[in-house]
């Protein structure tokens, strides 16, 4: 197998599946230069429901975002220790949004739903 055959194999096999809301709250997040999921788009609300707090914990799960310190209330995931908490995508976000293929949910969204 030639290495860019294991690599496209590697990473479509190793990706999770991603709900619509997923691929939103990522591709958003990957828009702005600080990359933080919080606030989330409008098109989705401004109050963190528990929907986007499932989804998001399943994307740290995931290593798909990951907690970072941040000075900016909007972007307030949680608090540590008097510390405001963030929640960022990471580079295998980046990588799961640009993918493609079957990686990334499908056209029959209710079949992805929690699916990460």
């Known amino acids: 197998m030639s290495l860019l055959a294991w690599t496209r194999t590697t ?6 599946k991603l ?3 997923q691929v939103i709250l990522l591709s958003f997040s990957a828009q702005r230069a600080d990359g933080s999921l919080l ?22 799960r995931h290593s798909l975002a990951e907690e970072r310190e941040t000075l900016q209330a909007d972007q307030l995931w949680r608090e540590q220790d ?3 908490i963030g929640v960022f995508i990471t580079d295998a976000g980046r ?11 499908s ?10």
């Open 11 to 16: 990473i479509m096999t190793r990706t999770p």
């Open 19 to 21: 709900n619509d809301l």
């Open 39 to 60: 606030p989330p788009s409008r098109s989705l609300g401004q109050d963190l429901t528990d929907r986007i707090r499932k989804a998001i914990t399943a994307l740290l």
């Open 82 to 84: 008097g510390r405001s």
């Open 95 to 105: 990588t799961a949004i640009s993918a493609g293929g079957s990686s990334i949910g």
């Open 107 to 116: 056209s029959d969204s209710s079949s992805n739903r929690d699916s990460v």
